[in-house]
């Protein structure tokens, strides 16, 4: 099987993540992993637990190692780009619940990535049915949480700002600069 390069795309909600992986993806000609959240919050409701975020942090692991396994298995460029993982949910456990279920942290300490792009919050925060925090003062806290656990980790990361062009072309930079 290929050796897969990991490239997660982070930040707080509404902050070009899904359109990001999905632009990249196109661009490298490979595959992106979705947020597994967003399928599980559609299907169950908002009105979410521990006990739920538990169960999408291991949707997400899952959907991303068959998103691996199905990219490793074809013709695409071995470069899978992943809409959130174990750091967005040990951030929204923590955010929300006060916490973190030992699960994700010991996930966040076993998985192992190539590169780390954080949206910034720059971006007008969009509606959607499942968005929590439209306000400006939570969204500032939490993009300072996730630049805190980037600073603080040692996978290459970098911060992705402007328009979705210029988000798309700081990535394509960052992305070629850790592949060498």
């Not at 992986?21 to 490979?30: D, F, I, P, R």
Request: hydrophobic letters at 40%; proline letters at 3%; aromatic letters at 12%.
């Amino acid at each position: 099987m290929r050796a897969i390069k990991k490239f997660v795309v982070i930040g707080p909600e509404s902050t070009g993540k899904s359109t990001l992986c999905q632009a990249l993806a196109k661009h490298y000609q490979s595959a992106w992993c979705k947020e597994f959240a967003r399928a599980y919050l559609l299907q169950h409701g908002t009105n979410y637990s521990q006990t739920d975020l538990l169960a999408i942090a291991k949707g997400q692991i899952a959907l991303e190692d068959q998103t691996a396994m199905e990219l490793a298995n074809s013709n695409a460029a071995p470069i899978l780009f992943i809409d959130t993982d174990m750091y967005v949910m040990k951030v929204w456990s923590e955010f929300v619940f006060g916490e973190c279920d030992f699960f994700i942290l010991d996930q966040i300490v076993k998985r192992h990535y190539d590169g780390y792009l954080l949206c910034n919050i720059d971006l007008p925060w969009t509606k959607d049915e499942l968005r929590e925090y439209p306000d400006e003062k939570p969204r500032q806290a939490l993009y300072a949480i996730y630049k805190d656990l980037l600073m603080h980790q040692t996978t290459p990361w970098t911060i992705i700002s402007g328009n979705d062009e210029e988000r798309t072309k700081a990535a394509i930079d960052a992305v070629n600069q850790w592949l060498g």
